[in-house]
């Protein structure tokens, strides 16, 4: 399998570019995908943590409300939990939300993966209690925060300054995804309107989460992506966006993984 990132001799950027609509982006990989890859053995495991079904704009708007003291990680855990200690109680009364602020900025500003989705998939993994479901579900929203234009979440009061842009990752790390709405907005990093891109995009996230964890609740989440799909694809583990770092020379792994069936 060529491992350059083309498709027919368009690279997936250009397809996610042309596509237009976020959506339709990870539509078009999705389909593209090159057949099924045998998931990794799902088990399943205890875990104390009940969900029940949820609004999901209000996981947003507690979640926006939390970004600006926690950040983007415990604030994403913050939407749930605060929702989740008064609907069901029990564990999710002592859980400790500010354990997981370390995430933010890419993990203490790394850059790395945006800290919004290791938030939401603490609360996926706790809730889910099966492997599979839990690698499904974050799978999911790593292509819908790559391939959506974000952030369209509206507070219900604007905290910190009005924005203009949304921008369209394509990718899930954080340095890039940031970096970008920053050239569009023309802002700097350390100002009120990137703090109110990122409060708005952590409430997006805990909101396309909610929406997969009500469906999930009611025997209806199916997912919309391949898992290991990118492994499967591009013969390493990676984002598509091979192009952004290699330029027009993007290496080739030199090994395919047996375990996987293509
Ligand atoms: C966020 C930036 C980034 C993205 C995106 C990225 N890479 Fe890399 N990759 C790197 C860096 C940096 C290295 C280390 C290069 C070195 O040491 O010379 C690397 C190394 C590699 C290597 C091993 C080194 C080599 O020269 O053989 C392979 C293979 C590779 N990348 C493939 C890919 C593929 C395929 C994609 C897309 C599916 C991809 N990369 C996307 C940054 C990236």
Redesign the pocket.
């Known amino acids: 399998m060529t491992?350059?990132?083309n498709n027919d001799g368009l690279s997936?950027r250009d397809l996610i570019i042309n596509s237009g609509k976020a959506a339709a982006g990870a539509a078009i990989l999705s389909i593209g995908a090159l057949n099924a890859v045998k998931t990794a053995d799902a088990y399943e495991y205890a875990s104390t943590f009940k969900y029940e079904k949820l609004d999901p704009h209000e996981v947003g708007q507690v979640t926006y409300e939390n970004y600006f003291k926690r950040w983007c990680t415990s604030s994403v855990i913050a939407g749930f939990v605060e929702a989740l200690k008064k609907k069901v109680g029990s564990s999710w009364k002592d859980f400790p939300i500010d354990a997981y602020r370390w995430g933010h900025g890419g993990m203490a500003g790394w850059g790395a993966l945006c800290g919004t989705m290791p938030g939401a998939g603490v609360i996926i993994g706790l809730v889910t209690k099966n492997t599979d479901t839990a690698e499904e579900m974050t799978n999911d929203l790593a292509f819908y925060y790559s391939y959506t234009e974000l952030p369209d979440f509206e507070p219900s009061k604007i905290i910190k300054a009005q924005i203009k842009h949304m921008t369209i990752a394509g990718?899930p790390?954080c340095?890039?995804s940031v970096g970008r709405w920053m050239r569009a907005e023309g802002v700097a990093f350390l100002t009120d309107q990137r703090a109110e891109r990122c409060a708005r995009l952590a409430a997006n996230i805990a909101m396309e989460t909610t929406k997969m964890l009500n469906a999930w609740v009611d025997g209806k989440y199916a997912p919309k992506h391949q898992p290991l799909y990118?492994v499967a694809?591009?013969?390493?583990t990676?984002?598509?966006?091979?192009?952004?770092?290699?330029g027009q020379y993007?290496?080739?792994?030199?090994k395919t993984y047996e375990t996987l069936k293509k």
Do not use: A, E, F
Not at 250 to 254: A, G, I, Q
């Open positions: 491992i350059n990132g997936r990718t790390v340095h890039i990118n694809s591009n013969g390493i990676s984002q598509n966006n091979c192009k952004d770092c290699h993007v290496p080739s792994p030199n």
